[in-house]
């Protein structure tokens, strides 16, 4: 194959880091870039980004194909159908630990480059994990379809997660 006639990588990378997390035990979460493109509900769009759930418990008929990933998912208590363009996916990793790949985007939704994180936690350009320190950018789905709360727990040395009693 000549260089334009071969395809991108970064499908075959998104499914291999939701294999990765569903073999762990890990909730494998998506970072959207939304553009015109992308069929999420837009209320939960924040600073034009959302996060998805897309493990098998808050994901209804989960198609990642070469173009799209394709599913559909509650928000509210509703079942919404998701449309999210390959090349808007700006990271895809595990809810648990943050640990994944990011993908560079742009705002016309064409992809530029790929860089794998084999850091422990956090890599800056992921979105926050829901028991991390700093608030996430964008709502993240939970398997109800319900937001994060805003009031995430302090962070205690080492980046652990505090986590504080509910009586």
């Not at 173009?67 to 509703?78: E, H, P, T």
């Not at 652990?160 to 009693?165: G, S, T, V």
Request: a negative charge.
């Amino acid at each position: 194959m000549s260089e334009p006639d071969i395809p991108s990588a970064k499908p075959f990378l998104i499914r291999a880091i939701y294999e990765w997390c569903m073999d762990c035990g890990f909730t494998p979460y998506l970072s959207v870039v939304v553009d015109a493109n992308t069929r999420v509900p837009m209320e939960y769009v924040r600073n034009g980004e959302i996060v998805l759930n897309i493990g098998p418990v808050a994901a209804n008929k989960l198609n990642m194909g070469n173009d799209f990933v394709q599913m559909q998912a509650r928000f509210g208590g509703v079942a919404r159908e998701i449309s999210v363009p390959i090349s808007a996916i700006s990271a895809v990793y595990a809810r648990e630990n943050g640990r994944g790949m990011s993908f560079d985007t742009d705002k016309a939704g064409v992809e530029s480059s790929t860089s794998a994180h084999q850091s422990e936690g956090v890599t800056p350009r992921m979105p926050t994990p829901a028991l991390a320190a700093a608030p996430a950018p964008s709502p993240t789905v939970e398997s109800d379809g319900e937001s994060t709360p805003p009031d995430s727990p302090p962070a205690r040395p080492g980046g652990k997660p505090a986590l504080r009693r509910v009586k």
